[in-house]
């Protein structure tokens, strides 16, 4: 069965499976969910998979248009042999039950993330582990034996089943029981802040899944009932996600341009007619909770990709590129994104659009420029006025410099 996937998507494959940046340049999510699909690669299913990137493919005029298909067994194998890299090392596929599972956030396992040297820099809100281990715990010893990936792997593979984590945390050695679940996850934290005579809002948001509209609605609600003047949205480990949900952030962030163009897709030559653009919602459309902000603040890193860059883009034709301030890294650097097909059980994401804003401008494949670098500071909670790259924001709301 061969159908078009309903979904636009700018992201990194880091946002789905195991890698994903952290300060110190790598690091890892552990999640439970491992699928083998190389078992239903058919000829047929090949033969589509290369008609993909030989007709929709964003860079389809490089690709071979002679292979031998018997050398495949994986899918993911053939989209790798076949994408044109550099610059493309995103396009993927995954399973239905993996689409379906990232789109209503939900997996197994623990449900943190973890540097090379085993220190926590993410942990996914109402995750199996939340309020349990936190950001800037090192893990020691798992069982009382001494941490390695593997053994991290292993327990996380464990469902139900509990573990004890030694950790180091504040100095001191402390044991934590840890049992990896199938769980929901949030991707969305919001508070107000206090910052002189100005009140920031503070948004955590961790990737743009469908699900996730709702979890940050309300937090638009809260910080426009709260009479907010400047905001922050901390995008460091968001590697993208779904272009409608960029539009509806962006929707929550101003309405101040009512129907007017936020951004536009731009296929290759051959499939111009999918040119599709997304608008800032009509005034009878606005709920009563968007902002009319002047100014935002972006958290970013190396992680920082796809959909996060759209939306920093697509506000600078409006606010312009002084009120538009991204404060810690370079982001990752990918302004293109992908529209699913499906074949049987797999889902195929191959580029085939760059992401223009309404002033006809992508990002660049080297990231977006940081106007204020901080470090990724593991020392402090995500959202703790001592972290640095929120310290960072702060301190330029109040100085109008960088820290």
């Not at 298909?69 to 790798?80: A, E, F, K, S, V």
């Not at 309405?255 to 599709?276: E, F, G, P, T, V």
């Not at 990002?363 to 995500?382: Q, V, Y």
Request: net charge negative; with cysteine.
């Amino acid at each position: 069965m061969i159908k078009k996937l309903h979904i636009i998507l700018i992201l990194t494959i880091s946002l789905l499976f195991n890698s994903c940046g952290s300060n110190s340049g790598s690091g890892t999510i552990i999640n439970a969910v491992v699928t083998d699909t190389t078992e239903t690669f058919s000829l047929d299913e090949k033969q589509f998979l290369h008609n993909l990137f030989l007709s929709e493919y964003l860079w389809y005029d490089d690709v071979a248009s002679n292979i031998d298909y018997t050398q495949y067994t994986d899918p993911q194998l053939m989209i790798n042999d076949l994408r044109i890299s550099p610059p493309d090392e995103w396009s993927f596929t995954m399973t239905q039950q993996e689409y379906e599972n990232y789109t209503n956030q939900k997996t197994a396992g623990f449900g943190f993330g973890y540097t090379s040297d085993f220190v926590v820099y993410l942990v996914r809100i109402n995750a199996p582990v939340y309020g349990l281990l936190f950001r800037g715990d090192q893990i020691l010893e798992i069982n009382g034996e001494a941490v390695t990936n593997t053994l991290v792997s292993q327990v996380s593979q464990n469902l139900n089943v509990s573990s004890t984590f030694t950790v180091l945390r504040d100095g001191s050695e402390i044991d934590v029981t840890l049992t990896p679940s199938e769980y929901s996850f949030n991707v969305s934290l919001g508070k107000i802040i206090t910052q002189g005579s100005k009140k920031v809002g503070y948004l955590r948001f961790d990737s743009f899944t469908e699900s996730s509209v709702a979890e940050f609605e309300t937090i638009f609600t809260t910080f426009y009932n709260g009479n907010i003047d400047e905001l922050v949205i901390d995008l460091r480990y968001n590697g993208g996600g779904s272009v409608a949900t960029a539009s509806a952030l962006l929707d929550n962030i101003t309405n101040a341009y009512a129907s007017q163009r936020q951004m536009y897709l731009d296929w290759n030559a051959n499939y111009k007619h999918n040119n599709a653009s997304y608008t800032f919602e009509d005034t009878d459309m606005q709920d009563g909770n968007e902002l009319n902000i002047q100014r935002v603040f972006f958290l970013v890193t190396r992680t920082s990709a796809s959909a996060s860059e759209a939306v920093v883009s697509a506000l600078v034709p409006y606010l312009g590129a002084d009120n538009v301030i991204t404060i810690g890294d370079d982001t990752h650097g990918k302004p293109v994104g992908m529209s699913g097909k499906t074949y049987g059980l797999n889902y195929y994401f191959l580029i085939n659009f760059l992401v223009r804003n309404n002033a006809g401008d992508t990002t660049s494949f080297d990231g977006i420029p940081t106007t204020c670098t901080a470090d990724d500071d593991l020392t402090h909670l995500m959202g703790d006025e001592n972290e640095t790259m929120l310290k960072t924001a702060l301190y330029y709301i109040e100085n109008g410099s960088c820290l």
